[in-house]
């Protein structure tokens, strides 16, 4: 136990009532008034000192922001590279093997990975021979899970689905591939803007993770540049690599809002999605009206509510 908590743990015994009357913090005496100021004393330094561990356990408890800490699975970290001489302030030859790999941001990686999963580098650096061993792979899972479900896969309209299905899953997940940097290809403008830019009703097409089924919808993106535009094509390119994954919804809207924020650095950025879920129209509840919209506002999005406003009544989610 912590010296703090021990001396919290002890003012609280000491404060329960003996025989009827409370117990104090310092030892009674015969002195009278002198007791009872001592007494008083400890205790208003007791209250000071609870008051002041509560209120640095709010301080440590706030939101920390979501770009503060990459969120990547630490199996997938690049090995070293070969090391090279640099020279130290004072002028010696010095090796060293740090190698820039990681930027401070989960959505933008240096070495060509955006939040990478484990296997994702596999998957990026594999050669032919390697593909087709993958490819081979997933043909044999997809026949397993014809035939578990009850079909022939040598009949003649199946004879080729593992093939199929292999490839286009393949295509479905090509955003593991990508990285935002090579997609944005410095499409950086500096113009002396510092109006709002909406690209809207962008189609977006995903897997669900859990159940590997789509969802599909349209994404709405705003942002206010610091000078810099980017290239508008850029914007819908960045929600296709992120949705190339296997998502959920509300992870691929931070991810769109994350990525140009870091990438333009603009003063505000919000991204809004509303898609429909396979896995809630086709089994489960099976409502097929219902749609599932998310946001994800930062900069002065945030901080201004008539900036938010402005934004949600431009891509029509305020419709009353």
Partial sequence: MAESDRHEARDVVMALPVNGAPASATPTSTNGPTSNAANANANASSNNKRRKNR?????????????????????????????????????????????????PSPCIDFDGLSRPSTGTRARLEENDEERQVRLEKMRGAVRTILECVGEDPDRAGLLGTPDRYAKALLDFTQGYQQNVRNVVNEAIFHEGHNEMVIVKDIEV????????????????????????????????????????????????????????MEILQPQGVAVVME??????????????????????????????????????????????
């Fill in 275 to 320: 898609s429909s879920h396979l896995c809630m129209v086709m089994r489960g509840v099976q409502k097929t009206s219902a749609t599932t919209i998310t946001s994800c506002v930062l900069g002065c999005f945030e901080s201004k509510e008539k900036t938010r406003n402005e934004f949600l009544s431009l891509v029509g989610v305020n419709r009353h």
């Fill in 205 to 260: 097409f995903s897997l669900c993770e859990h159940h590997m089924v789509p969802f599909t919808g349209k994404m709405h993106i705003g942002y206010i540049p610091f000078h810099s535009v980017i290239g508008i094509s850029k914007l819908p390119r960045i929600a296709e690599m992120f949705s190339r994954r296997l998502q959920i919804q509300e992870r691929l809207t931070k991810d769109v809002a994350n990525a140009i």
């Fill in 55 to 103: 209120a640095a356990s709010r301080r440590s408890a706030k939101r920390r922001h979501s770009m503060s800490k990459a969120a990547r699975d630490p199996r997938d970290e690049p090995e070293s590279k070969a090391t090279s001489p640099v020279r130290d302030a004072a002028g010696k030859e010095t090796t060293s093997s740090a190698v820039a790999t990681r930027s």
